[in-house]
């Protein structure tokens, strides 16, 4: 039955090659920076209509690259800057099940950000944000009054480049609001996200300048990890939870390699992970992963 979860076809187009895992019930893909996640908004200006397009091919792509009844269903977003593991359920009832444990909050959420800022930017190695956030006109901003919605964000540092002013953040996102990540990073531990022009205050340093050259619109956020529960059909525990990391990015790594900043294999390679413990495969779930990391040229 492993065998039917992969790509029904050979010929596997542009969108669906992103596609990192599949199982009975979902359908998990790294998304490229730049892709929208809601195919049926109404678009208010030719920009939008492409990429509400782009959104719909991948859907349709996906849908005939696993031989699918009708099109799969998202029950989660991603901004369209950030890239990472973006969940897509095959059928109604998974899209139900799955849209449910992002509501209650029972999906884990693992985020890397490459950031503004050296090691003595941080006040310890880790913290927690708590800072609620306000909505005015399609802006965000952290608030205090009766209307800011609690924000929740878990931080911690991996590493800091000796060469320039970045850093390289592990985020938990406990709530999932409008560009939260990003606002909390720039006006509440003061160090924003490399590329995030909106919440940045200042432009960047002549020494990150001199080790990249960043391309417009990019955004260095990547959705690293998805934790899920799952259940298998027989077994005393039946219960688990499943990890499904999607690889950083070619761009995010070679900024990451050219600042002297070191990558853990399983943020490079992504990969699969049953109660903590690495997989290859989850035959419980009929599951297989389907991606390899992205190479680096010297």
């Known amino acids: 039955m492993l065998q039917a979860l992969r790509p029904a076809r050979t010929g596997i187009s542009y969108w669906a090659r992103n596609v990192v895992y599949a199982d009975r019930s979902i ?41 699918l009844e009708n099109l799969p269903y998202p029950v989660h977003r991603l901004d369209k800057a950030t890239t990472g593991t973006l969940l897509l359920a095959r059928n109604s009832p ?13 999906v884990g959420k693992t985020y890397l950000a490459l950031v503004r800022g050296g090691e003595k930017s941080f006040p310890t190695r880790s913290g927690e944000i708590r800072d609620a956030l306000e909505f ?38 406990h709530t999932g609001l409008k560009h939260q990540l990003r606002i909390h990073l720039a006006h509440s531990l003061h160090t924003p996200i490399l590329g995030d022009n909106l919440y940045a205050r200042s432009s960047i340093s002549e020494k990150i300048a001199k080790i990249t050259r960043l391309p417009e619109k990019r955004i260095f956020l990547h959705a690293a990890q998805l934790t899920l529960s799952r259940y298998r059909k027989t077994g005393p525990q039946k219960h688990f939870r499943l990890t499904i990391g999607a690889p950083i ?42 991606r390899k990391p992205p190479v680096l040229r010297p």
């Open 136 to 173: 005015s006109d399609g802006r965000v901003s952290i608030g205090e009054s009766c209307a800011a919605k609690f924000a929740a964000t878990d931080w911690e540092l991996i590493a800091s480049s000796p060469v320039a002013p970045l850093s390289l953040l592990r985020l938990t996102l």
């Open 94 to 106: 998974a899209a139900r099940q799955f849209s449910q444990q992002f509501q209650s909050r029972v």
């Open 27 to 67: 359908i998990v893909l790294n998304k490229p920076a730049g892709l929208i996640c809601q195919g049926s908004v109404e678009a208010s200006s030719e920009n939008k209509l492409r990429d509400v397009d782009k959104f719909n091919d991948l859907l349709r792509d996906v849908k005939d690259t696993f031989a």
């Open 249 to 290: 990015p070619k761009d995010f790594l070679t900024i990451c390699r050219d600042a002297g900043i070191p990558l853990d294999h399983i943020y490079v390679d992504g990969g699969l992970s049953v109660g903590g413990q690495h997989v290859g495969d989850v035959p419980d779930l009929e599951g297989r992963w389907l």
